[in-house]
């Protein structure tokens, strides 16, 4: 059983800046992707920003140049520096990973952390 647990959210006024963090934890092997998605009530699940193992990057037109997502490999570990943020930004952020565990490749979401934007 793999769980992601991410952790960081909250209150934050226009302009400031949170750091969102998520563990994987379990039996892997390995982690291929992992990401940072966001929902807001009534919408899709979108694309924030996503890792490879490799480090490659890939990010939501509107995050680019504010936000930053890295990862440490040997903690099973992704983040998400967010900064110049916006009241559009005010979503549930989800944690994403393609783990790879023994015989087989699975992807997991984390519980969801509330980021809030003030005007």
């Known amino acids: 059983q793999v769980q992601l647990v991410e952790s960081g959210g909250g209150l934050v006024q226009t302009g400031g800046s949170l750091r969102l963090s998520c563990a994987a934890s379990?039996?892997?092997?390995?982690?291929?992707?992992m990401g940072w998605y966001r929902q807001t009530p009534g919408n899709q699940r979108e694309l924030v920003a996503s890792?490879?193992?490799?480090?490659?990057?890939n990010y939501a037109d509107s995050v680019k140049g504010r936000f930053t997502i890295s990862r440490d490999n040997a903690k099973n570990a992704v983040y998400l520096q967010m900064s110049s943020l916006k009241p559009e930004d005010t979503a549930v952020y989800y944690c994403?990973?393609?783990?790879?565990?023994?015989?087989?490749?699975?992807?997991?979401w984390g519980q969801g952390t509330q980021v809030t934007v003030s005007s």
């Open positions: 379990g039996t892997i092997n390995s982690i291929i992707n």
């Open positions: 890792i490879t193992r490799s480090g490659s990057t």
């Open positions: 994403n990973a393609y783990v790879i565990v023994p015989f087989r490749g699975d992807n997991y």
